[in-house]
Structures are given as C-alpha cells and as structure tokens.
C-alpha cells in the first residue's frame, strides 16, 4: 500500500511537472507572438483540416480564427501556388514525421507578402503522426531588406559597367547615350535625357542630345529645351533640381509657345535634373529623367546620379584632351563595388533564460555561459557615435509593460570584440494573471546593409573628389588624406613610374618618417617592397599580419614597428592595361582579405589612375597651345 501511494504521487509530481512546463510553453508562445511580426499558429489533421487557429490569423486574412475550423486552407482561398506547395508540405510531415520549414509568397492588394512556416509533427502515444502544427511568420519585411541590399549591388554593377564603357568611348554621340541609358536604370525613370552643346567643323553651334526609354523619333519633332524657367538652373548650373511633381511646381507653364509640355509630349509628373559640369566649371550640359507617377524620385537617386554625372563629366574631358591634343587614347575606368533574427528570453530580474544559435553567434556568448547571467552583461549595446551606453531594453519593457524598439545607430558590443549594428525589439512575457515574468528580446544585424551604403556614398565622394583635382600631386592627396582617414589608415602613399619604367617615385605620403621618406622617395622596380612587387607583378599584395609582413620583407622591420602597421594594401595604378604606378594604404590592425574589400580597393586605384590620365592629358593640352601661342 505504501508503494502504492509513493507511486501516485510520483505520478502526480510528474504530472504537475509538466502542466508547469507546458504553462511555461504557453507563457513563452504568448510573449513570441507580440513580438512585431506576430506569428501565426494553427493545427492541422490528417486531412489537412484546421482543428485550431490562434487569433492572430485575423491580422493577417480578416479572417476569424473560428471560422477556420474544419476547412482546409485550399478552401479558405490561399492561391496557388502557394496551395500546392503549402499541402505537399504538411503531406511529408505526416508521411515522414520529421519538421520541415518552407517559403512561399502571397499576392495580395496589390502587393505580395513572403511568409516562412515551421511545420513540426505531433505524435500519438503510438508514435504514429496524428497532428501538424505549424508557426507561420511573416517575412516580407526581411525580403524587401534583402532586396534593397541587392539593389546596392545592382547599383555597383551599373556603375562598374558605365564606367569601362566611358573609358574606352571616345564618340561623344555614343558616351552620352551610355551616361543616360545608365541614370535612366539607376534612378528607375520612364524617361532620360542628356543635353550637350557642341561645335562643329565649321564652328556654328548645334546640340548634341540622347533619349532613353521611349524611341529617339519621338521627340526629333520637339525643340530642344533651353533656358526655361524648368530648364534653366541645370543649365546654368545652380545644381541638381528635383520635383515629385513638375506640373504643381509654380515655374512650369510660363514659357511660350507651348507653356508647358508640347501636345504629344510624354506626360512627366516626377522630374529629376543634374547638370554636368567640366573640370574648368564650365557647364557641359544636363542629364533629366522623367516619370508619369509622382514622388518617384528619391535622395538617394540624386547622389547616385550626381556621381554619375561627374563621371560623365570627367570622360567628356578626356575625350575632347584626346582630340584636340592627338596624344594619347583614354580610356575611362571606374568600378564600385562593394558591397536573421537572434532571440534571448529573460526573467523578471532581467537574467537569461535562453539563447538561440543566432543569438549566441552574434553576442559571441553559448547558451551554457550566457544562462543566468544579467542581459547586459551578454547584450551590451551602445550608441554608435556618442558610444553612450543605450538604454537595457529588458529595463525599458519591464518599466513600461510593453513592446520596445531600439533606437537608430546602436550597435551590439560582441564578446569576442565584434561591434555589431543591430535592430531590435523587445517584448514582456505575461503568466495567466497578466504579470510579466520575463522578456523576449528579438534582434537582427544589418552590417551587409550599412556596409554597402558606406562603400557607395565613399566611392561617389572620392570620385567627386578626383574630379576637382587639378594635378598629379592633388590626385595623390586624395587617396593619402581623404581616403586614408575615411577608411582609417595610419599610411598611405601614391607612387608612378618614372625613368623609363624602371623607378617609382613618390607623388604623396603620409605617415612616413623623415628618413623613410629620404630613403624610399625613388626606388627601383625590382626592390623589395610591397609597391613594388605589386607594379612589378601587376597583382594586389594584401598583406593581412605583421607576422606576415616581418616574414616577407624583414628589411622593413624597423619602419614597420616605428609606424604601428599591422597590414597593408598596396594595389597597381593602370590605364589601358598599362601600369603607370602604384599606390598603398596601411593599417594599423589587420586587415583580412576579402572580395568585398579587394572590390572597393581596386574600384580605388582605378578611380586614381584615371584621374592622373586625365591630369597628364590636361598638362599636354596646356603645352600644345603654349607652343602655339609661341610659334
């Protein structure tokens, strides 16, 4: 009898073990689904038939959960092909009863959502499937970040790709409907324009024009825009003008004959114009795009199209130095390129209480170290400017009793010394009495994102920057201060080839010593060095460690301990193939070699290269017309 009773009451110990576990389940599940995007979750029978629904498939369907009860998704009006894949799906799980995770997209109101369903088998106590529940998330917000970062990407590209064609064209006809077929793409108008003003053999002016996006014929019956109140700033180039909405602004309509757009001229709402400007700051002409929908035209359209722009400024240069100088041929070079979710619960006194595998790879911390201990011990978050300590968010929910975000620029603080930009939000875990006894945090790194804004934006200044350069040391100056603070280098310098092929002289330096600079301002091609070897082999020397550095050229040993370099990028300067320098940046931490880092570098030395051509033609032009005005 004793046994007897000892035995219940294991079992009644069992029992209220797990009716407190599965509490806790519920508990865990109720906090998850206030955590913005809320899941959603449901239950299904053998014949695919929902036996339960959690509310939250109202927010999403306008659907009440009840009425889900018995149908089948096909019959509640989930399209293909979403259905098909959807019921081969929850069809595996019951025949294999292993969990299986899908992603399907929904078209909807004229827009379509991305959702991911975890499908996870329940078992009988025969072991036999005798239900499927799945947790249903909506993504579409993680898609259209992830679209967003190809289309960084797609930018580099375009860019890439104009800047090898601008290089090698020498047809101005032909570069200015590269230039306008590229802004017409990248800032997403229906319409593009360029308009340049040229003279002819016999020195009467004519106008020099590309049309993009409709067929060039329909507009060869339409004037071509001049000084009009719309047109003129571009013209006289007071900078870049951009409208949502053209017809609204007060400046269209007042300019005869036609006062406003001409009958059968495509309908423009949205308008874009940047002028493009020569290095003398002689206006060459405009690039203007259009769009029949208003509001299209973004900030981040006007800078990529002014960067383009002083690229298409800079090649129209050089090919008019080409022709008049009949010196050298140029060609145009510039490449840019560049370019989930983490969970953590805690309890009431803000120690954790759970890690997912993301979680513990982006904190640097496992599970096993991290349980227990305070959250901002393992979460540590600061503002990413001030490097002010941001507020604990476990302390922000417990305080206000509801879902927090983080604010702009935090970034996580890693344990293995890692900073990381983070989103977030954070959400209270209530029990049955509506307490809250935990928080569920939700994070995610947009590092991938930041970096390829920072790749971009750097690139377009620094090619602005060439721009206005007037001399070869000027150019030099460029990557030795601007880019070698940007990027964080302790030193940089900027060589070309002289004498023949066989010496490397300094152009620009910093960071070097007086005697380094003595020693090093002219070496041979075929010294020992990481410039030179880079020239002499036309290949990038990256080298990521000092140890590597000491390994491969021990005669550097004292230079490189007094300079606090621990790694060094040194890269071939080229012009049509031909190397005409180098130049390096150096650092003081290492620096591990990666494509997107070797991308923006060589996107760099192309940049350079391109602006001393551009230098040395402009300094043969001025002795040709010296010597004519002597002879």
Request: glycine share 6%.
């Amino acid at each position: 009898m004793d046994q007897d009773n000892q035995t219940r009451e294991q079992l009644l110990a069992e029992k209220q073990k797990l009716e407190e576990m599965l509490r806790l389940r519920e508990h865990e599940i109720s906090a998850l689904l206030t955590v913005k995007p809320q899941p959603v979750i449901a239950r299904f029978d053998r014949t695919l038939r929902h036996t339960y629904v959690h509310a939250t498939i109202e927010l999403a369907s306008a659907i009440p959960a009840e009425a889900y009860l018995g149908h089948t998704s096909r019959e509640m009006g989930m399209p293909e092909p979403a259905i098909t894949r959807w019921e081969n799906a929850l069809d595996l799980v019951f025949e294999k009863g292993v969990e299986k995770t899908i992603e399907y997209g929904v078209s909807a109101l004229g827009r379509k959502w991305v959702y991911e369903s975890l499908l996870v088998p329940e078992f009988n106590q025969r072991h036999q499937v005798e239900s499927v529940l799945t947790i249903t998330r909506d993504i579409s917000r993680q898609k259209r970040a992830e679209v967003a970062l190809l289309e960084n990407y797609q930018i580099l590209e375009t860019v890439h790709r104009v800047g090898q064609v601008l290089a090698a064209e020498l047809d101005l006809q032909k570069l200015v409907q590269v230039v306008t077929d590229a802004g017409t793409e990248l800032s997403r108008a229906e319409i593009g324009a360029f308009f340049y003003n040229v003279l002819d053999k016999r020195g009467e002016s004519y106008t020099l024009y590309a049309i993009s996006g409709v067929p060039q014929n329909t507009f060869s019956q339409f004037p071509m825009p001049r000084n009009t109140d719309i047109f003129g700033p571009t013209f006289r180039g007071e900078g870049t003008v951009r409208m949502d909405d053209v017809r609204k602004d007060p400046r269209y309509g007042h300019n005869a004959p036609y006062n406003g757009m001409p009958k059968g001229h495509f309908a423009v709402s949205s308008y874009l114009a940047v002028p493009v400007i020569s290095q003398s700051q002689a206006v060459i002409g405009g690039l203007f795009f259009g769009h029949s929908e208003a509001g299209v035209f973004t900030e981040r359209d006007e800078r990529v199209i002014e960067g383009l722009a002083a690229q298409a400024a800079i090649a129209m240069d050089n090919a008019r130095l080409f022709h008049e100088a009949q010196d050298q041929r140029e060609r145009l070079r510039i490449t840019l390129a560049s370019i989930g979710d983490a969970v953590i619960s805690t309890d009431v006194e803000g120690c954790i209480k759970f890690m997912n595998a993301i979680a513990q790879t982006l904190t640097g911390w496992t599970e096993v170290d991290a349980l227990g201990k305070p959250l901002e011990a393992v979460f540590r978050i600061v503002n990413e400017e001030t490097r002010e300590t941001v507020e604990n968010p476990v302390t922000k929910v417990l305080r206000d009793g509801k879902v927090v975000g983080l604010a702009n620029h935090t970034v996580l603080l890693s344990h293995d010394g890692r900073e990381i930009p983070i989103d977030d939000s954070g959400a209270p875990i209530f029990d049955e009495s509506h307490t809250i006894v935990g928080v569920i945090l939700v994070f995610h790194d947009i590092t991938e994102r930041r970096q390829s804004e920072k790749r971009i934006n750097l690139l377009l200044q620094l090619s602005a920057a060439f721009s206005q350069a007037l001399t070869a040391h000027q150019v030099a100056e460029v990557v030795v201060e601007q880019a070698l603070k940007a990027l964080g280098a302790n030193l940089g310098t900027v060589m070309v080839l002289a004498e023949q092929g066989t010496m490397l002289e300094i152009l620009n330096l910093h960071g070097l010593s007086e005697e380094s600079i003595q020693n090093y301002r002219r070496t041979p091609v075929d010294f020992s060095g990481p410039v030179s070897d880079a020239v002499r082999m036309d290949r990038i020397i990256w080298i990521e460690t000092l140890e590597d550095y000491m390994t491969r050229y021990p005669h550097f040993a004292d230079n490189i301990k007094r300079n606090g370099t621990r790694s060094t990028v040194c890269i071939p300067l080229k012009i049509n193939e031909k190397i005409i320098g180098g130049f390096n940046l150096s650092f003081p931490i290492e620096k591990l070699r990666n494509p997107d880092e070797e991308a923006f570098f060589t996107a760099l030395a192309q940049l350079c290269a391109q602006a001393l051509e551009r230098v040395r033609l402009y300094e043969v032009e001025q002795k040709v017309r010296a010597v004519d005005k002597n002879g």
